[in-house]
Nanobody
Framework: QVQLVESGGDLVQPGGSLTLSCAASGFTFRGAGMNWYRQPPGKERELVARIFGTWNTTNYADSVKGRFTISRDNVKNTVTLQMNSLKLEDTAVYYC?????????WGQGTQVTVSL
């Protein structure tokens, strides 16, 4: 079955960096679009970044452009979100997501807290 397992969340000060990783299994990873979403406290889940399976084209939310980078390793079946210059408003639970045969799959999430 499809499994997505996130890791790397932590407590970090503003201006700091974190790297989130998502390990994928149970489907053909190469060619699958992969996404990172986040859900800040008390708010709705929002798309942060996506990387498409073909040509590795990427898209970012305006709020993270220039600070976050999404990448993938088609050998290790992982997708990574490098987050730099973190801000207080980046605090959220971060989720890995993919869509296979019209159905969305989610990981359990990893907590990122940006605080003084």
């Amino acid at each position: 079955q499809v499994q997505l397992v996130e890791s790397g969340g932590d407590l970090v000060q503003p201006g700091g960096s974190l790297t989130l990783s998502c390990a994928a299994s149970g489907f053909t990873f190469r060619g699958a679009g992969m996404n990172w979403y986040r859900q800040p406290p008390g708010k709705e889940r929002e798309l942060v970044a996506r990387i498409f399976g073909t040509w590795n084209t990427t898209n970012y939310a305006d709020s993270v452009k220039g600070r976050f980078t999404i990448s993938r390793d088609n050998v290790k079946n992982t997708v990574t979100l490098q987050m730099n210059s973190l801000k207080l408003e980046d605090t959220a639970v971060y989720y890995c997501n993919t869509r296979i045969a019209g159905r969305g799959y989610w990981g359990q999430g990893t907590q990122v807290t940006v605080s003084l």
